[in-house]
């Protein structure tokens, strides 16, 4: 009987071992994925004023009232308190804060891995639209590591080393007229497979990317044209992103899309620019937003990296008519609002740092 008590003991003391042995490095709860896709919407340089004054030039409509969440992130870079395109980019690629004009590096000028190179590791679609030059600071902090944004030929051979699935923006001249090197990229792309197509050859509102093909689309040879001027193509193009993405991989997708032109419109200090760039920003964020919807798996999320103007709407304006007050021509150190509509948008509500916009994502598709 006293043996049997012994080995019994014995049993129970080696239980405890043996199991903790066994699972010991095994990630007791493992992320759980909340939504298959995310729709990544920046109104470079939009503040609350700005939204503010797109709603009231359309007859106090605006798309972002269809959002259950909202939130506010705090906008400042390592270097300043007043952060740049860059910096602020920066934060939502790689969850990082660094120094004004670093293109996805730390403040030691090393390279940061971004959640786009992260989803098309783990076998998402990718993708991104803009209405800048794809080299601009936004969407080079989401495929690109340079120390400094003004490089615009370096960052565009970064898109060589990517398998990003699909691209629209300007800035055709970085690719193909390179003083540095002379090398055609658009060419090396069409070699590595890539469908590439530009306004010389084709209307933005024909385009028919091949699904079986990762695809590009200048807009224009540098900068685009203003919505003002007849830019049209933010919204369709960026509806057929999402439907290109969505047949590319089973797994999901990631799509950043850029209302650049608001930044442009503050620092020109002229009012009818950023509303014109706003109306055009929201009639996408309308599309998107239908998308996702339809779709039940996708989580929109719409900010900004920074606000431009010091922008008020100032006494004798009305609905339908905008008169604008500006404070600078530069960047601003104001909480930028955030808006989340679709599964994981409760994460977003809240006050918090910009690069936690990084960490959310990554929550929210179980990275």
């Known amino acids: 009987m006293k043996k049997l008590l012994i080995c019994a003991l014995a049993m129970l003391l080696c239980l405890p071992v043996f199991s903790q042995k066994k699972t010991k490095g095994a990630p007791v709860n493992p992320p759980m994925r909340i939504a298959k896709n995310i729709i990544l919407l920046i109104g470079d340089g939009m503040g609350l004023t700005h939204i503010s004054a797109g709603m009231y030039f359309n007859n106090n409509q605006s798309n972002f009232e269809r959002f259950p969440i909202a939130g506010l ?21 790689s969850g990082i804060k660094t120094y004004n004009g670093a293109i996805g590096v730390n403040t030691d000028s090393m390279p940061v891995k971004t959640i786009l190179e992260e989803a098309e590791e ?7 639209v803009v209405t800048s030059t794809l080299t ?12 400094n944004r003004k490089f615009d030929e370096e960052i565009a051979t970064f898109f060589l080393k990517t398998e990003i699935d699909f691209l629209a923006g300007g800035g055709k001249k970085f690719f193909e007229q390179r003083a540095a090197d002379g090398r055609n990229l658009s060419q090396e ?18 385009l028919t990317p091949d699904p079986s093909k990762n695809f590009i689309y200048f807009s224009a040879d540098a900068d685009p044209a203003k919505a003002s001027e007849g830019r049209t193509y933010l919204a369709p193009l960026s509806v057929l992103a999402a439907n290109h993405l969505k047949k590319r991989s089973e797994k999901g997708f990631f799509l950043m899309i850029e209302g650049s032109q608001i930044d442009w419109g503050g620092h020109a200090n002229e009012s009818d620019y950023i ?34 103007g010091g922008y008020a709407i100032s006494p004798g304006s009305e609905l339908g008519k905008i008169r604008g007050a500006f404070t600078t021509t530069g960047h601003t150190a104001q909480m930028i609002p955030v808006f989340a509509f679709g599964p994981g948008a409760e994460l977003f509500a809240g006050v918090y740092e910009n690069t936690a916009i990084y960490t959310k994502m990554r929550q929210v598709l179980g990275f």
Do not use: C, W
């Open 73 to 93: 992130q705090k906008a400042y870079s390592a270097s300043d308190l007043i952060t740049d395109s860059a910096a602020g980019a920066t934060a939502f690629a």
């Open 275 to 308: 509303v014109s760039e706003v109306v055009d920003f929201d009639q996408t964020i309308g599309k998107v937003l239908d998308f996702a919807a339809a779709d039940g798996e996708t989580l929109v999320i719409v900010t900004a990296d920074h606000e431009t």
């Open 189 to 206: 792309l069409k070699d590595k497979g890539y469908q590439v197509s530009d306004f010389t050859q084709k209307n933005a509102s024909s």
């Open 122 to 128: 783990r076998g998402l679609a990718t993708g991104m």
């Open 136 to 147: 601009h600071a936004t969407p080079a902090s989401f495929v690109a590591h340079v120390r």
